[in-house]
């Protein structure tokens, strides 16, 4: 399964090792030897003002030294400067092992900066027969990067596996296989099948993975001799790999022994954490080896003190917390100077940073933004807001606004509705122009009284952001085309979906686009955690609390990998999950176009060099709970 996705926050991506020059031999000189020096020990910084001087200079190799300078940069996290530098040198006139040379750095400065299309594309550009085999190892770990930042796991195990046949130094192997394991574990169990009959290398890795997810399993020791009878010629068989690997201290498949989940049983919130509580049993109970579950309490946090009751859990023994889901509870515990045992809270407060205690949560103003993202790739400029006279409609509408702003869009006009109301034309007519359409056609009609009329709506308009709950959303998008904007692309947060495909109501939201999670809109989504199989689960509540089922599905899920998802995309049932500096699982979502009432999954070209932090970190806060209109 390939997700297409788009990645809209800021992240801290990893520097790509520089790699060893592919060019001719230069000439002996003192700032030469100096910057060669200062690079093998690591002080990439100081090496670079060497090589600048020699490439500011005239001379037959200034390109060759521009080469250099790109790359001690890269390794000093200078990536804006390094694409100055590479945008200096002409290409035509590099030979072709330069040429290839230039291609993976600009690869590597294009990842370091987020773009992860632009950096495939720059990679498959790339004659390997050009390379040593230091640069073929600084391609294939680039490449194995740049496809686990895109979520297709599959394919950066792959590379992974190539970069593996190259390698000498036993270190460098061991991290490799380790690396791989790491790769293949994050993808969901049904993504984990190999063909029957199939015994190629990476149909090895991924029975390994299978294999290592059940170590605890008091038949472990012999399904592992029956793998090395199975996989004789496999890479790991006749190393010490494996054995090395089981007796570390610490890798990507093990769980805390025990678990705290702190959400509330009463009050306001007691449905929402329900719903998130089934989905997390749900992924819970789906774990096969009973050896490796660990064991689960639950604490109600809706009337004691949340200091009193985190304490409680840590002295029950406790190895992780999962909750709060107010914020006011998160804000508290982050306010402790110690938090001796993890948290991962289940709701977001921008701007909070606490090292022990991660943010996981659904933000309705994250939603908002990817879709923004979805509107701006698809080379829309001018846009409309209609959203609901509500505080969440608000938020929205000035969430929207300021990310359209900040990428250098323009908004042409933001108007309301009154959700309980079933005629909007008021607003509408109001958003197009045709208020003032109409006004001047009366103005003419006291000088010419047979003037014929045919209002006509604003035609600057490139894009329409409408938000809502289904019901309203329904009404909408008729009225839309009804006053001639027929032919404008209509964009909306998830809520207008209600995650249950009603085509015979949703005809009337034909072409309407939105982002949303995969569990509601994968069909490649399969398995015991799928929305199908979970059918009893969900029915019980709302629709509105569907996403926090995926959202329980998820938190227990990810718990294995929390060390690991600073790097490689967790493809998830709320998205593709990825932890960004500030200990925040942001999540990128799938995006769909309702045809004939059902929504269809949507490609959309990749571009993950936008971002808007500042954006997100300044946003008003919203809750995770489902609320307003």
Known sequence: MKYIYIVIFSLSFLVISGCASSTKKLPSSKELVTAEKLMRSGKSKEATKYYQRLADQQSPHQNQYRLLVIESLIKSGKSEDALTYA?????????????????????????????????????????????NRDDQISYFQSKAFAYSLAGDLLASANERIKLGEILQDPQKIYENNTAILETLSLLPSHALQTTEGSYDTLSGWIALTRLLKHRHSPDFNAALNDWYQMYPNHPVTKSAFIEEYLVSSKH????PNSIAILLPESGGYARAAQAIREGFMAAYYNQPDIGDKPDIRFYDTAANNIVAIYQQAVSDGAELIIGPLRKDKIQTLASLADLTVPVLALNHIPGLHHPKLYQFGLSLLDDAGQVATKAWLDGHRKILILTSNTGYGRRIAKYIAGV????????LESQTYEPKEADYSKPIKTLLNLDESEQRYKKIRRVISTVQFTPRRRADVDAIFISGYPRSARLINPQLKFYRAKNVPVYATPRIYNGRPNPGQDSDL???QFCDIPWLLDDDFEGELSMDTLRNTWKQFPSIYLRLIAMGIDAYNIVAHLGKMDGILYQGATGNLLLTGDNRIKRQLMCAKFIDGIPQQMEFPENSSIYYENIFEQAENTEATPQDE
Do not use: C
């Open 87 to 131: 945008n200096t040198i002409d290409a035509a006139q590099l030979a072709p092992q330069a040429q290839d040379k230039l291609k993976l750095l600009y690869a590597q400065i294009y990842l370091n900066s987020g773009d992860t299309e632009r950096a495939l594309a720059m990679l498959d550009k790339i004659s390997l027969r050009n390379f």
């Open 404 to 411: 359209w702003k900040t990428i250098g869009g323009v908004v």
């Open 252 to 255: 990507v498949f093990e769980l």
């Open 510 to 512: 034909d072409g309407v």
